[in-house]
């Protein structure tokens, strides 16, 4: 069996083992001793370098034989009984303890504050999450749960870790019930929280620096909450600061009325779009008069105008049964069209396909009395093609 030195010292980053095991296609190795930490109790494998071989994941197999997975295979002049020196990938490594040790803070305070038993836990790579058996849970309880952690962490509270026989499990407390049998690990910040667990966790609560709420959400009639943990809030912290802090600068605010500015930006927007449609309406009403009059058919080419301009004189020209018109509004190397035809006349549906879609390879369709869609390659002389095709419809 490997022995597991991450037991011993979990700030330790670098070792040296003996190579015991070799696979067959020589990307897995079996070691005497290491610091590697295989994927476990949701988190993941370590990853790093063996001499200069890079390890990508670390797993345990059925038998509890730890594996470093490399990312290609060993040199075949590398054979057993070689000295091999470890290196941890340490942000990766730390990061996860950080989220691991926090997220034994928060289960211990969620219980203890709200009565919530943790369900399931996800360390993820952005934020870890924790399910617990309540549907909901209020604002003032869940800040008071952070500040709790947050109290923890700058009490620097050692955190323990030790094994036990199960029947002497009646001894310890857990917060979680355990169904393992034989010597159990089990990890405890005195006072506040304590279970069987076999991660890697910070010595002292201290190193995690900080945790917040991110988010919530509800799943199978159970709250989801999402922290971000350590050096990630810390992060985020400076982000969502410098955020704001720019925010506050283009609206020539203080930081704490960048909300309300934004409402009051988004309401003169909306009034503002509001505004635009109401003339673009009137614009095309106006245009649609000066085709001249809807009993004969028409055209009407725009070059590179609004597509809600196009939308609007297509929506008036349906408002007309006489109405027959064929609306082109080009842009670039592509032209997007509609074609309305009053229900006054027979919608003329197959030789719209027939001799004014098709020969172009227009695009589109819909349902009497509009018919909307996408002409490629629209050269002017494209368009004009696609629109006397139209109007010879009606010899």
């Known amino acids: 069996m490997t022995e597991p030195l991450f037991y011993q010292d979990p700030l330790a980053s670098t070792f040296q083992a003996r190579l015991i095991e070799i696979s067959r296609d020589r990307k897995e190795l079996i070691l005497d001793r290491t610091l590697f930490y295989p994927q476990g ?35 075949g002049g590398v054979l057993t009984e070689t000295i091999m020196t470890g290196k941890l990938n340490w942000e990766f490594r730390f990061d996860y303890m950080q989220q691991h040790t926090g997220q034994h803070l928060l289960s211990g305070a969620l219980f203890r504050i709200a009565g919530a038993n943790t369900v399931s836990v996800h360390q993820g790579t952005e934020t870890t999450t924790i399910e617990i058996d309540l549907q909901t849970l209020s604002r003032e309880t869940l800040e008071a749960v952070e500040d709790e952690v947050n109290y923890q962490i700058r009490l620097n509270a050692p955190v323990k870790t030790f094994t036990v026989d199960h029947q002497e499990l009646h001894a310890y407390p857990l917060r979680r019930p355990t169904n393992r049998t034989g010597i159990i690990r089990l990890v405890e910040i005195e006072g506040i929280d304590r279970v069987a667990c076999g991660g890697v966790h910070l010595p002292r609560t201290g190193l995690l620096n900080l945790v917040q709420t991110v988010g919530s959400e509800t799943i199978r009639n159970r709250l989801r909450l999402a922290f971000k943990i350590g050096n990630r809030a810390l992060r985020d912290y400076r982000e969502s600061h410098r955020g704001i802090s720019r925010s506050a600068d283009l609206f020539s605010c203080r930081p704490g009325e960048v909300p309300h500015r934004i409402k009051a930006a988004q309401e ?128």
């Open 41 to 75: 109790g949701g988190q993941p494998g370590d990853q790093g370098t063996l001499e200069n071989y890079s390890v990508i994941d670390t797993q345990k197999d059925s038998d509890g034989r730890i594996i470093h997975i490399l990312e290609s295979p060993l040199p």
């Open 268 to 395: 003169e927007l909306q009034d503002l779009h509001r505004d635009l449609r109401l003339r673009t309406e009137a614009l095309a009403q106006h245009i649609l008069k000066e085709t001249g009059s809807p009993e004969r058919p028409r055209e009407l080419l725009l070059e590179d105008e609004p597509e809600d301009l196009l939308k609007a004189l297509a929506e008036a020209a349906c408002d007309d049964p006489q109405r027959r018109i064929i609306l082109v509004n080009r842009r670039r190397n592509e032209a997007l069209w509609a074609i309305v035809v009053g229900e006054t006349h027979p919608f003329p549906q197959e030789e719209l396909r027939k001799n004014v879609l098709t020969p172009l390879q227009a695009k589109g369709g819909g349902k009497p009395p509009l018919w909307r869609g996408a002409l490629p390659d629209a050269s002017p002389e494209r368009v004009r093609k696609m629109t006397t095709a139209f109007l010879d419809l009606w010899p």
